[in-house]
């Protein structure tokens, strides 16, 4: 399949950082402690696919406030979480003292491959990246690095915003419609008119945030193709949905459709001799 239009924006790096470092602690604040994305939908596969051994070293690449990062120390790992905001690392560092687990965070730019590359090389067992390569400008860099950051056979878990179903050419329809009994009911679902372009769009990922920031969409071929040319292959994946007892949930985006997955969460594996 031909890539239509870049799916690398460094033009972007700059302006991304500044818009993030801006949203941090308003983002923190709003889900510091975790909502029904992280509780449900996220971090049950994330863990699943990861799944992380005692005394592994881990990367946590994106951490945010550093929520995962904690989680997976809890775990027995040793945990190294790197972001690109200041902000974003004060949060987690103050948060993580007071939850009393023992991490590394470092202020990092993962478009940054030489910054990467020196956290060692072949210095972790495993990675994981949340919910962030679709706020990345470039991830080229980043897979290049983890490549090399990996040991051999390590395992790289992300999770993204599912680039089938949520995605700027996606548009939500609300119709009346029949069940298999014949009665009537509403029916809710997506339209999608673009998704082989990939692009950049400036967006809300929770209403109300102090800074729209930018989304960058990726296919699913140029998504999983990054990740081939830096000598990975897919070994697992899922795209978690939310149950039918939380369709009126409020406040989550695409909850009330438990047919379309609002996630997608891959593992791959580095391939042995990489």
Known sequence: MVERGPSEFPECVEENRRIWDANARWWDDQIGDGNAFQDVLIEPATERLLAVQSGESILDVACGAGRLTRRLARLGARVT???????????ARRRTAADDVAVEFRVMDACDERAMRALGERSFDRAVCTMALMDMPCIEPMMRALGRLLKPGGCFVFSV??????????????????????????QKGVKIREYLTPGAKKTEGILGQPEPQYYFHRPLHVLLGVSFRAGFVVEALEEPAFP?????????????MVEIPPVLVVGMRLRAGE
């Open 81 to 91: 979480g790197i972001d690109g905001s200041e902000r974003f690392i004060e949060r």
């Open 161 to 186: 915003i599912h680039p089938c179903f949520v995605s700027a050419g996606v548009q939500r329809f609300v119709e009346a419609g029949e069940d298999e009994a014949g009665r009537q009911r509403v």
């Open 244 to 256: 039918a007892e939380m369709a009126e949930t409020e406040g989550l985006r695409l909850i009330d």
